[in-house]
């Protein structure tokens, strides 16, 4: 049996997509979410959390409580039927599901109100710069209908390039409640970075994770917080001409100097860069490992 | 009462649910007392069923003043529809398996929170995780994905204040017909009737009018009485 966490540990993520849509507003027409008043790309917490329980089920084998499941004949079961599929009477019960001891969850067993709160959140995710919102026309080669001649036109919207910055926190309290694991973080990071890179769906494809941070604390009860306003993009082009990840360099001067002077506060560091991310640090142009060394953090690379 | 904990919080959203909107949940412009007493609740790592006991009106006192403009957004999410006892996305005639909510979310809020507590226990505990940049559980504005940051103004000393002459006031004012305020040009003035107090079942034992100037600009007002911080903010509490 693996421990139940006893650091809190902040987490940085950064993934793009190109030509794709990373995450339809379901009431306006599943055009990617865009904040109207910065041109900045949203992707909620619960893609991401979708994201990760799909790959831990599918993937992992892992139990995830909140997903879709269809009785033999083809029809999705109802909460009850999971429940009793699970061995589901009490609430202690539901800790047997990953997710749930992730995440939390507010739910009702036999009228019974069920709130765990979950350790891991994450904030809504943003892209790192302004994007482009293009509209696609299509065609496809199937009729509507069995008499029709042709085929009928498809609408849909997607972003040609985005890199987006999610953040989120491990609370080692909160573990207490939810019995989470150093287990089951270790499969949490191998979700965001895998679950991401492998969800090949029409509107995912070409999903790429490229930096995954994570920041463990030895000082009880501490985080530095905001950590994902603290890496800027720079590029030569304009926001919106933005069309791949070597054509944008990511700027982590304040992101070491703070890391650097919370130096007593921070055991280690785990994290992940893909080859084709490069980084400025005062200036020059280092591996993300080098910035880290730099800023005296001890280094763990992480293999997913 | 002669001092009081200043903390500025922040994040890149907020939802304070308005109690009469469960579907198409809107939010309040800022964070009601009962929030307040959560998020300081967070800090202290006390557990959500029992922090209200320790946040009546009687022990605790809490006021937030304004830092940045109020916006509003709309963002939608898909939500598992439940009706019908469903937990689990479930299609069938006459059931959905989602349904799509909009949210009203607050965007980039910042609130400078000021709190006194009658425990001085309690008081110091706070004050400690506060000054060390520490809280127990993650604290969040209104739900879990709007993580907030927070940051220790200092710890003031405080005098209560009776004047016959208009204040400008850096915190909401809670409405008392006491109170009489000099309405000015060019600012946006708003009232929301918001819980102030539950009991340990959460029922709302309070509401109050709070009135506040949508931009974070002081209201001047003629009041009944007020506390003055040692750096010269005036401030209501709730």
Partial sequence: MSEIISNRAEILFLYDVRDSNPNGDPLDENKPRIDEETGINIVTDVRLKRTIRDYLHDFKGEEVFIREVRKDDGKLKTKEDRLGDLKIDSPEALLNCIDIRLFGATTAIKKKTITFTGPVQFKIGKSMHRVLLKFIKGTTVMPSKEAKGQGTFTEEYILPYSLINFYGIINENAAKDTKLTDADVSLLLDAIWNGTKNLISRSKAGQMPRLLLKVNYKEKNYHIGDLDSMITLESNLRDEEIRDITEVKLDVTELMSVLSSNKEKIASIDYKADDRLSFVYNGVEKSFAECLIDAGMFINQLAL | ?238
């Fill in chain 2, 1 to 238: 009462m002669n001092k009081v904990l200043v903390f500025d919080v922040w994040g890149e959203y907020a939802h304070f649910r308005k109690y009469y909107t469960t579907t198409s949940p809107l939010s309040y412009s800022i964070p009601p007392r009962t929030a307040v007493t959560g998020f300081i609740g967070a800090i202290l790592g006390l557990k959500k069923e029992e922090y209200l006991k320790h946040f009546t009106k009687k022990q605790a006192f809490i006021t937030v003043g304004l830092l940045n403009p109020v916006k509003k957004v709309r963002i939608s999410e898909n939500l598992i529809n439940t009706k019908d006892g469903y937990f689990i996305p479930f299609r069938k005639t006459g059931h959905q398996p989602r349904t799509q909510i909009r949210f009203e979310f607050i965007k980039d809020p910042k609130y400078r929170l000021y709190f006194y507590h009658t425990d001085d226990g309690l008081y110091a505990r706070t004050k400690k995780l506060l000054a060390n940049h520490k809280s127990i559980y993650t604290p969040y504005l209104g739900i879990s994905e709007h993580i907030a940051n927070f940051e220790f103004i200092g710890e003031m000393n405080i005098q209560k204040k009776i004047l016959e002459d208009f204040v400008k006031v850096n915190s909401v004012i809670p409405e008392d017909p006491a109170n009489k305020i000099e309405f000015e040009a060019n600012m946006e003035y708003f009232s929301e009737t918001m819980p102030i107090e539950m009991d340990f079942d959460r029922t709302v034992v309070e509401y109050r009018n709070i009135m506040f100037e949508r931009n974070g600009q002081r209201i001047k007002a003629k009041l009944k009485e007020f506390w003055e911080l040692d750096n010269g903010e005036r401030i209501l509490f709730m």
